[in-house]
Structures are given as structure tokens and as C-alpha cells.
DNA sequence: TGATATATCTTGTCATAATAAGTAGTACCC
DNA sequence: GGGTACTACTTATTATGACAAGATATATCA
């Protein structure tokens, strides 16, 4: 019944349409669809993957949120200038936005412990103080250079599963949500920029007194509980946070 | 055919899904469905308004990436915590923000002047290379204490009515939609850390080498033409940014 | 009683299909 | 030659129907 054109593997437990998704992701990003005009028409996708309408209008149509590809009426869909200012107000970790513009990204975990929650981390988590939590430390490398440290904090229970994954080369977002099933809600941003200090020069591999965006950053679940506190470190010559935002209507 | 039920037009131009989402985020606005665990299931919105099911769940995703609601699945949709959090990400500027918060500001002028756009310029107002623009530089205060440099660049023509204005006391934000009529939609935000230089630390009476928030504002009307490009340059121990954002789902 | 099975809610995914509407090229008529 | 109408593309909207899968309460059985 299913043709397995294309290599889209029905029988996953991924549906169709973020196959397709994640094969026209691919496609842009080596370049097979280039920038501006290009990108096969609704039918031909459907006829190239076997699938319904449906399907891959929502495949598009979720590339078209994240700002791969944008859309004219009667025209066609069309490959987004590489641009890079996808990421318009989308809560991702950094993997991840490093990922979906193509780059690779390596974590090395410098401590994984438990400790006791201090008033800021009890009142953030939601936790009482004094109660055990999860703290992570990961440098972030791109290219071989380190990028950021990550101070991850989430709930023992949480942590103590995290402490078998392979944080070096995933996301702990994605493991939240794919493996673990929490549904990742909103998140709430700090921003300021700070002077590295011995440690941090140290592991950034930038002098000290260089500037460093520090982000604070607590997410919550769907349902709007919070589920992981992390402070983000920055070079500050090496990242910049884009993010689009709208003037606030209703 | 169409059964006109609970005041859809169908004959409206308006997409059949647009209708019932503004119905829905207008009960959801005055309080017909709570926080937390109302709105109908999708088959009783289906026979509400006598419309398909597809239909219903466009209405709904498109609620849920606005942040108002949120699924559940096999379990059902669910009207977001409302008030304070809606705020997601708002764009607003410095004044206006410290406003909000019970501060007041001053900002004073140190230059205001027209000049031809550069490569970069031109390209983010979208004008030609070496038209005119107009450029404003202001120092913002907050408590007599100097906080942000503010490098502004705005197309000729509102260049020169913002030269009558007092900009001293009034936000560019507030003129350009009160007394102007411009209709502001997005911002694309791009923050990072850098030091201060000699100007910058005079201007903003810290030490050379102090860390620097350093963003970029490109400000789109809500026709989603650049309007309003600026440099902000916030000093570091003064300033933090916040907002929310969240995570993109569908 | 307690564990299991079932029925029935819910949302999630996918297919098929019809009509509308925007775009652009072509053929036709004047 | 130039304007108009037609046609053949495209995406946009909406409908109907089906089955999958998560959640939950109920009923059943050991």
C-alpha cells in the first residue's frame, strides 16, 4: 500500500510528513534546492514521495515556519536566502540552532553532580530549598572552539536520567522532549553581558576581561511548569543571539 | 449549504479558519473559556460551527502558536495561563519598557544628522546605497546614571519630522505609532557582548573595556516594511534584557 | 480487592477530492 | 502591434472520511 518512495520509511514511528520534512531540510541545506526559485511543486513532491497533499503541504509548511522556504500564492515555494535570521522567537538549544543552519556541534560534560537547591534554583524550579537537584556543566564547541558554557539545573529525577544519555552529541532539549516526552512550552530570557572571568577565560579559551553574553534561561513545560534553569556563557566574539519579536497587539 | 452557525460569514473573503480563531481568541480575551483545562473538545467546535474538522484544527494550531493555547494529546486543548505572560517577547523600546516599571527616563540628543546610507544601512531600511538617511544618536538616562547609547537610522522623511520632536522626553517608538500612524509588527533582535571603547565609555561613564550589550533592531511596520534600523549599546552592569519566548511546535 | 480488559473520550496523522484564486504565458481578435 | 481572453500552471481553502494513539473511566474477571 505504502510505496517507499524516496526512502520515506512508512513504517516509522516519526510521522510522514516530519520525514519529508527533515529529507526537504536536508535537501536545502546540501544545496540540492538552492537559494531563491527553486523547490519541486506541491505535485511533484506528491508524486516523488507517494504521499497526499496533505502531507506535504504540512511538511512545507512547517519548513516555511522555521524560515527554510516562503511561499506565493500561484507561484510556487521558494528556498529562503540562507540568511539566517530563521529563529524568530523559537525557544531551541543550541545544538539545535546550530544544527538547523548546517553546523556540527560537540558538547564535553565537565561535571554532572547533586547538590542541594539554593533560593534562587529552589524558587525557579519550583522546588522547596534544600531539595536535590540535577546541576550539569557542558562547554559547547563549533568547529573544534569553544562556545559557550551551559550551568544546566533540572530535577533530580530528571538529572539522574540524563546522567545516562550521551550529552556530548545530544541535545538535552530534544531529549526532554523525544525521549523523555515532556512538551517544551515558553521560556523565560535574561540577557546581559559580563567580563570572563580566570574559570571562564580558561575554558572559552579567551582572555580574561573578554565579553561574554551571559543568558539566563528558565523553561518551562506546556503546561507551564518549570522544568530546566540553565545559565549560558557566551563568547561574545563568536555568537550573536538573533531572534525576531512582535510589538505586542492584543 | 452553509450553515451559517455562530455568526461565520461564509461569504467573507476571510479564511473560513481565520474567522473561527478570532472567535475563539475574542471568547478566550473575555473570559468565556478559563485558564487552564477549558475550551470544547475539536468535535464540539465542529458542530458548534458547522464546519469540518480541518478546519477547526487550523483554528486551534494557529491559537496555540500565538502561545493562547496549548493540546494535550488524548486529552484535549487548553486555554494558556493568560495576563502577565502573554507578553511574550514583546517588542517595545527603552522608554516605554522603564515606564512600564515605574522608572523614568531622559535622553539627550548628542547628534541628529543626514547622511548617505552605506552598504548596510541601505540594505536593512531598503533604500538605495547612498540615499539619504537620517541618523540620531542619543544617551539614554535612567536615575541621572547614563544606560545605553542609542544609534538610530530612519529613512529621510521621518528623519526630518523626528528633528521637531522632543526626543528628550518622548520615546520614537510612541511618536512614530501615536503621532505618525505607523503601524509597528516585528523587530529582528540581534544581541551580543562586546567591550567599550574610548567613545563609548565616556558616553556611557564606564571603563574602557567594561562589557557592553551590543544590539542590533531592525523595527518592520506592521506591513512588514523596515522602518526603524538601531544600534543600542546598554551597559552591562546596568541592563538586563528579558523577555520569553517559546517553543515552535506544528 | 486488585489487576486487567474494554469502551470511549480526546488529539494526531493521512488520504482523496473539489473549488478558489493568484500568476504567467499564449493565442486570438481588432 | 496591442490589448484581451483563455489556459495551464501554481498555492489556498475547505470538506469528508478513516485509522492511530494517548488518556481515562468503567466494567470485568481472577
Redesign the interface.
Known sequence: MKPDKDSVISMSPVPLYTQIKEILRERILNGTYQAHEQMPSESDLIKAFGVSRITVRQALG?LQ??GLVFKIHGKGTYVSKPKA?QS?????GFGEAMASMGYETLSRVISHKELLADKVIALKLDVAEGEVVAEIRRVRYLNRSPISLDVTYVPKSVGERLAKEDLAHRDIFLILENDYGY?????????????ADDILARLLQVEE??????IERLTFT???RPLDYEYLY?R?DA??????????H?
Chains 1, 2 share one sequence.
Do not use: C, H, T
Request: charged letters at 25%.
Open positions: 512547517d515556519k522555521e535570521f524568530l522567537a523559537k525557544l531551541q512538551s517544551l512550552g515558553q521560556a523565560e530570557l535574561q540577557i546581559e553581558a559580563v567580563l576581561g573578554a565579553p561574554i553574553l551571559r506546556a503546561d507551564n557566551y561574545g555568537f550573536q543571539y538573533r531572534l525576531r519579536i512582535e510589538r505586542g492584543l
